[in-house]
């Protein structure tokens, strides 16, 4: 990167420590200021940065206030858990840039690092539910219209793909994970696998393996994310515990 001021935008994954790619640690240890929600900041070692923490839902301020400083000299780190191009930081910055109605920001040295997603945490712990082809949705309805996302899991589950559904639910959306659910159940056997990891890497991690009968959306909450299989997902007995796996063929082939 050059020796003037940059933005990288970086993820801390989802939680263990161990998950941080040697990129983004590279990267944390040459920048001057960090950018981001206070919740992730904190996952960072104090080495000096100068630290610029706002509320979660005030992405594309933050991502302006992120160019500012990195325009103006400083090698700017800006914060996501997970990846920081799934439902994250990176979008929010290229959305600021190019609503722009000024050129301040085009000089500007960005780079996005590639870090673990939780679905990719969620999907080890839990065996291999990602096996074969899937989907990944937002359930959140704050940035497109509950419609579109209804229409995504339909034609989804018409298609037989395994599902992970980030942002499942929140103190404001509490019905739309039952909504899911109840489209799903049009299509799949109410044995179908469903898994929630939550916080997963984290001190209060838990792995919940259920089924599409049992499924109840009051198991999940703001830190869980939620696979459900697709019609060859199944679960089997390992080393004294249960385990999900899609298998890579499929049948008739
Ligand atoms: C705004 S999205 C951010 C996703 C993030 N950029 C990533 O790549 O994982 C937040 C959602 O990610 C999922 N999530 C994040 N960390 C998690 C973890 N440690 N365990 C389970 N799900 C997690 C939850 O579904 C949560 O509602």
New binding site residues.
Partial sequence: MSEHGWLAVV?VG??DPGWITPETTAILGSATDLVGYAGYVERVADSGHTRHVSDNREELTRAGHALDLAASGARVAVI?????G???MAAALWEAIERADHDRWQAVDVRIAP?V???Q??AARAGAPLGNDFCVI?L?DNLKPWAQIEKRIDRAADADFAMA????ISRARRWQLGAAMAVIRGYRDPATPVVL??????AD?ALQITDLARFSPGAAD????VVVGASTTRVIEQGGGRRVYTPRYYPDT
């Fill in positions: 993820g989802p939680g996501s858990g997970g990846d920081p799934i439902f994250a870090a997603s939780a679905i945490a969620v937002s959140s559904f980030y942002n499942p990891g939550r916080a997963v890497g984290r991690e703001m830190s869980t994310l």
